[in-house]
């Protein structure tokens, strides 16, 4: 997600679980989500930027985008041509993809945080006063409260232990076997779940 120089999105960049668990912080954090299209399915085909100028502003605007990234450390010529055939070619999604492993599983959970979201009142709620966020850098877990949404994940590379509000019940789970016992919520590495309370 995000204009990169070479249009990758992150599901080229981390595993599925990690992709899953930024997701769920997009969709359940009080800010308005914004998705690139293919994105709700991890699509294969970057999400380049291509233009259609006339020959001078074409120019222009491929030399400013090789200069814009290169002060960011990119390399100049990493950076496709935003007027170059190819690069629209390349940025064309595969529609087909949604319906096979593993985009039907990322397209099944995009579709799940939507409905939570457009369900659940406190999840459009843009005040950043009802959001409370607790944390360990060292055990990598993070969870997010907002009202009676709760969005847990680790990063960790073994499992761990987190405390969550009495009376907790799962509502989304990836992987799906993350239970909670009556000593917490159990997270194994890159996983996310959202309880609730109600």
Do not use: C
Not at 128 to 154: C, D
């Amino acid at each position: 997600m995000g204009n990169r120089a070479k249009g990758e999105r992150i599901s080229h960049l981390v595993s599925l679980g990690r992709a899953k668990i930024a997701a769920a912080l997009l969709l359940t954090a009080p800010f308005v989500p914004m998705l690139f299209q293919g994105e709700e399915w991890a699509a294969s085909a970057p999400f380049q930027y291509f233009t259609n100028h006339d020959e001078e502003l074409g120019r222009l605007v491929s030399e400013g985008r090789r200069k814009e990234f290169a002060a960011f450390g990119w390399n100049p010529n990493d950076v496709p041509d935003p007027q170059a055939a190819a690069t629209f070619e390349r940025s064309k999604l595969n529609w087909e993809e949604r319906g096979r492993p593993p985009h039907a599983e990322m397209l099944d959970w995009y579709k799940r945080l939507i409905a939570l979201r457009r369900s659940t009142p406190e999840l459009n709620d843009p005040d950043l006063n009802h959001v409370r966020v607790r944390y360990s850098e060292e055990q990598k877990w993070l969870l997010m409260e907002r009202g009676p949404i709760t969005v847990a994940f680790s990063l960790a590379e073994k499992p761990v232990q987190v405390e969550v509000r009495p009376g907790s019940k799962m509502v989304l789970a990836s992987p799906e076997e993350i239970r909670i016992t009556n000593r917490g919520l159990v997270l194994p590495p890159d996983s996310v779940a959202v309880l609730t309370t109600t």
